[in-house]
């Protein structure tokens, strides 16, 4: 599997295209896959997919995109981690590794955007109410995604005084 397969090459372009036409404020990488796995009981395919997915794919996409908000001098680029990202756990090597490399993008390119006024936030996930975690005893305790989604959108107002880089939003209850 290559990012082509995630990100064709013709999307990538005609998201160009409008962007160029219309112009693009925000970005938001919210792509993801979860794989719970011990690391010896991964296949090396599945460990490629979870990093083309949770990390290439954003490479790919902002790398399409940040020219675009460099050339007009402001942009957001919103990228959704995970508390994965920041700390490791058991059976999650693949996950953790991808999020962990995601955390370390933003970081980096946090140097290149603020010479350009784009701002880049990396907003960290605890546990969401999703199909993912649907199984799972505690599910009505964990994140709805309806809150998470307005906390975002908060998070795109234009603030001139400040510029966040991580937020983390965890669940309420335990």
Excluded: W
Aim: net charge neutral; aromatic share 8%.
């Amino acid at each position: 599997m290559v990012v082509g397969d995630l990100v064709e090459k013709d999307t990538i372009r005609k998201i160009q295209i409008i962007s160029e036409k219309k112009g693009i404020d925000v970005l938001i990488n919210n792509a993801g896959i979860y794989l719970n796995k011990p690391f010896l009981e991964t296949s090396m395919e599945e460990f490629r997919k979870v990093i083309e997915t949770n990390f290439m794919a954003v490479v790919s996409l902002t790398y399409a995109l940040f020219p675009i908000m460099q050339s007009k001098g402001s942009g957001l680029i919103i990228n959704i981690n995970s508390l994965a990202g920041k700390n490791g756990s058991d059976g999650e090597a693949a996950y953790c590794a991808s999020k962990h490399a995601l955390r370390g993008f933003s970081s980096s390119l946090q140097f290149d955007a603020t010479k350009y006024g784009i701002r880049i936030i990396d907003v960290y996930l605890g546990a969401m109410q999703t199909r993912m975690t649907e199984k799972r005893e505690n599910h009505d305790r964990l994140i709805k995604p309806d809150q998470a989604s307005e906390m975002i959108i908060n998070i795109c107002e234009n603030y001139d005084s400040l510029r966040a880089t991580e937020i983390d939003l965890m669940r309420a209850n335990y």
